[in-house]
């Protein structure tokens, strides 16, 4: 009996530019592996212009591990271990999933077995030489960027004001006026949002053609280039760190390019800035759990908290949610649309509190869920029968015309043109059937159960009174897709309108596997 084999190949951008590692290679090179070891290749996995640093955003792995569940196949083979992985510790986690079901990994080039003590520790070794592979070339990159830095050239961006060529900044005059504009305004009195607001009302794009927002301008005040200094290294590792990676001392230098604004007016700005860091005691200690998932009932924008005193010399305070463009963007993107926070929130913890009360309601919208799965489902499933027949179909014309080759010894030369062709198509197809396989076995296509959804409700309704305001949020987040609210003149006539909930009962998840709405009141 054949060993079942899947096949699973990578390439990144970069691999594919610089050195030649085609999926086509790959894949050319595993199968003939395979057939001179008479193994049977059941599945091939591929994930194009994807990089091996994580696992996340890669379908073709992710697939082949849903489908070493299912025991599809019992060994995979790669062409390098550095396909599967850079990062050792998700080699060794994707690894031991696999053996986890019985399947045993092999790489083409690094040739040992990873079943043993001495295979594993093989392994290890050999994730550790990627990882260290990886981390050098990152680091050998970052070295010549920094020199370059310091030696005030330009790394390449793009940054209002300055077009990059040739990794030189050139300044664009329409676009400096801007900027100078933007300093102008700073200095002049105006905050982060008043000049966003006033930009935006004027007609104003950023440089991607996007509406200013607060970040977009602080962005601006805060970048020392526009003084004709270089700035390298301010984030380190922002992927893996976000905030927590900002460089305290990053390069600082003057470069050699032209500046937008002079010096004085740099050092203006960075004098002001100090004074409005240094703020005031946090008298409001509120939450806002529903941050976000309420959407504005005009731009459909994520809803963020806002408080306003009640009256001037008190320190109590009324709790909003008003629009993320308004706050962020300004007036001439969208109105603030104030929805109250307590009548919101109440409206919202009971609704969901009611549904593990009343199972009727929420099988009703399990139901409808199930059955708007099966209108979407249709029609992949109604393509995946017709190119299944297609199959077929071109399997018995294959064959038709290999009898006659083989019974005829004078058969016309058009027929091997015409099998050649025939060949071509019948990849297509097989290559159709399993991205639509691949679409039917998402889990955004799957009926859900009335159990599934009622479990997690109810241990959601008797959690989240317990966790901290913090925590609540985050559990709202992972069970609310959207809340959406009726439009009205003022904060009280903005009611919720409906909670959509998503039910994520799926074995992965990163997937959502559907959505469902809890009718109003």
Same mark, same amino acid.
């Given at each position: 009996?054949?060993?079942?084999?899947?096949?699973?190949?990578?390439?990144?951008?970069?691999?594919?530019?610089?050195?030649?590692?085609?999926?086509?290679?790959?894949?050319?090179?595993?199968?003939?592996?395979?057939?001179?070891?008479?193994?049977?290749?059941?599945?091939?996995?591929?994930?194009?212009?994807?990089?091996?640093?994580?696992?996340?955003?890669?379908?073709?792995?992710?697939?082949?591990?849903?489908?070493?569940?299912?025991?599809?196949?019992?060994?995979?083979?790669?062409?390098?271990?550095?396909?599967?992985?850079?990062?050792?510790?998700?080699?060794?986690?994707?690894?031991?999933?696999?053996?986890?079901?019985?399947?045993?990994?092999?790489?083409?080039?690094?040739?040992?077995?990873?079943?043993?003590?001495?295979?594993?520790?093989?392994?290890?070794?050999?994730?550790?030489?990627?990882?260290?592979?990886?981390?050098?070339?990152?680091?050998?990159?970052?070295?010549?960027?920094?020199?370059?830095?310091?030696?005030?050239?330009?790394?390449?961006?793009?940054?209002? /004001?300055?077009?990059?060529?040739?990794?030189?900044?050139?300044?664009?005059?329409?676009?400096?006026?801007?900027?100078?504009?933007?300093?102008?305004?700073?200095?002049?009195?105006?905050?982060?949002?008043?000049?966003?607001?006033?930009?935006?009302?004027?007609?104003?794009?950023?440089?991607?053609?996007?509406?200013?927002?607060?970040?977009?301008?602080?962005?601006?005040?805060?970048?020392?280039?526009?003084?004709?200094?270089?700035?390298?290294?301010?984030?380190?590792?922002?992927?893996?760190?976000?905030?927590? /990676?900002?460089?305290?001392?990053?390069?600082?230098?003057?470069?050699?390019?032209?500046?937008?604004?002079?010096?004085?007016?740099?050092?203006?700005?960075?004098?002001?800035?100090?004074?409005?860091?240094?703020?005031?005691?946090?008298?409001?200690?509120?939450?806002?759990?529903?941050?976000?998932?309420?959407?504005?009932?005009?731009?459909?924008?994520?809803?963020? /908290?806002?408080?306003?005193?009640?009256?001037?010399?008190?320190?109590?305070?009324?709790?909003?949610?008003?629009?993320?463009?308004?706050?962020?963007?300004?007036?001439?993107?969208?109105?603030?649309?104030?929805?109250?926070?307590?009548?919101?929130?109440?409206?919202?913890?009971?609704?969901?509190?009611?549904?593990?009360?009343?199972?009727?309601?929420?099988?009703?919208?399990?139901?409808?869920?199930?059955?708007?799965?099966?209108?979407?489902?249709?029609?992949?499933?109604?393509?995946?029968?017709?190119?299944?027949?297609?199959?077929?179909?071109?399997?018995?014309?294959?064959?038709?015309?290999?009898?006659?080759?083989?019974?005829?010894?004078?058969?016309?030369?058009?027929?091997?043109?015409?099998?050649?062709?025939?060949?071509?198509?019948?990849?297509?197809?097989?290559?159709?059937?399993?991205?639509?396989?691949?679409?039917?076995?998402?889990?955004?296509?799957?009926?859900?159960?009335?159990?599934?959804?009622?479990?997690?409700?109810?241990?959601?309704?008797?959690?989240?009174?317990?966790?901290?305001?913090?925590?609540?949020?985050?559990?709202?987040?992972?069970?609310?897709?959207?809340?959406?609210?009726?439009?009205?003149?003022?904060?009280?006539?903005?009611?919720?309108?409906?909670?959509?909930?998503?039910?994520?009962?799926?074995?992965?998840?990163?997937?959502?596997?559907?959505?469902?709405?809890?009718?109003?009141?």
């Amino acid at each position: 009996m054949k060993t079942k084999v899947a096949l699973y190949v990578r390439v990144s951008t970069e691999d594919q530019a610089e050195n030649g590692y085609s999926i086509d290679a790959q894949l050319n090179t595993l199968r003939n592996h395979c057939e001179s070891l008479g193994k049977s290749i059941v599945e091939e996995y591929i994930d194009k212009g994807i990089s091996g640093k994580s696992i996340n955003g890669r379908n073709g792995l992710k697939r082949l591990l849903e489908d070493a569940k299912k025991g599809k196949f019992n060994e995979v083979i790669v062409w390098k271990i550095s396909r599967l992985a850079r990062n050792t510790i998700d080699l060794l986690k994707i690894v031991e999933e696999l053996h986890k079901n019985n399947v045993i990994f092999r790489s083409y080039s690094e040739n040992f077995e990873t079943e043993t003590p001495m295979g594993k520790f093989a392994l290890q070794m050999m994730g550790a030489v990627a990882e260290l592979e990886r981390n050098t070339i990152v680091d050998n990159v970052k070295l010549g960027m920094t020199q370059r830095a310091k030696e005030g050239k330009w790394n390449g961006g793009s940054m209002l /004001g300055y077009a990059s060529k040739d990794k030189e900044l050139i300044i664009i005059e329409d676009e400096a006026n801007l900027v100078r504009y933007i300093f102008d305004l700073y200095i002049g009195g105006k905050g982060y949002k008043a000049i966003a607001n006033k930009l935006n009302h004027e007609g104003y794009k950023t440089k991607r053609n996007k509406a200013f927002s607060i970040n977009s301008v602080r962005t601006i005040i805060t970048n020392p280039c526009y003084a004709g200094f270089i700035r390298f290294n301010q984030v380190e590792n922002w992927n893996e760190k976000r905030r927590k /990676g900002t460089n305290k001392t990053p390069v600082i230098v003057k470069g050699e390019h032209k500046p937008i604004i002079s010096e004085d007016i740099w050092e203006k700005a960075k004098s002001i800035l100090n004074q409005k860091s240094h703020k005031p005691a946090k008298t409001f200690t509120g939450t806002f759990p529903l941050t976000t998932l309420l959407r504005c009932p005009i731009c459909g924008q994520g809803m963020i /908290g806002h408080k306003a005193k009640k009256n001037k010399n008190g320190n109590e305070y009324i709790r909003y949610y008003q629009c993320g463009n308004f706050h962020y963007k300004g007036s001439s993107v969208c109105k603030s649309h104030l929805v109250n926070a307590d009548i919101a929130e109440e409206y919202v913890f009971k609704k969901i509190e009611e549904l593990t009360s009343k199972p009727s309601v929420l099988k009703g919208i399990v139901e409808r869920v199930n059955r708007e799965i099966k209108t979407h489902k249709q029609p992949i499933q109604n393509n995946l029968n017709y190119v299944t027949k297609s199959i077929r179909d071109n399997e018995k014309s294959i064959r038709k015309l290999m009898t006659i080759i083989e019974t005829q010894d004078n058969f016309p030369q058009l027929i091997l043109k015409r099998i050649e062709e025939l060949e071509i198509k019948q990849n297509e197809l097989i290559e159709k059937k399993k991205y639509l396989e691949f679409e039917l076995n998402k889990p955004t296509v799957k009926e859900i159960s009335f159990e599934q959804v009622s479990n997690i409700l109810s241990a959601f309704s008797k959690i989240l009174p317990t966790l901290p305001p913090e925590q609540q949020k985050d559990f709202l987040h992972s069970i609310i897709n959207k809340i959406t609210v009726y439009k009205g003149n003022s904060p009280s006539k903005r009611n919720i309108k409906d909670i959509e909930l998503f039910f994520d009962v799926s074995s992965s998840p990163n997937y959502v596997l559907t959505y469902g709405t809890v009718p109003p009141d």
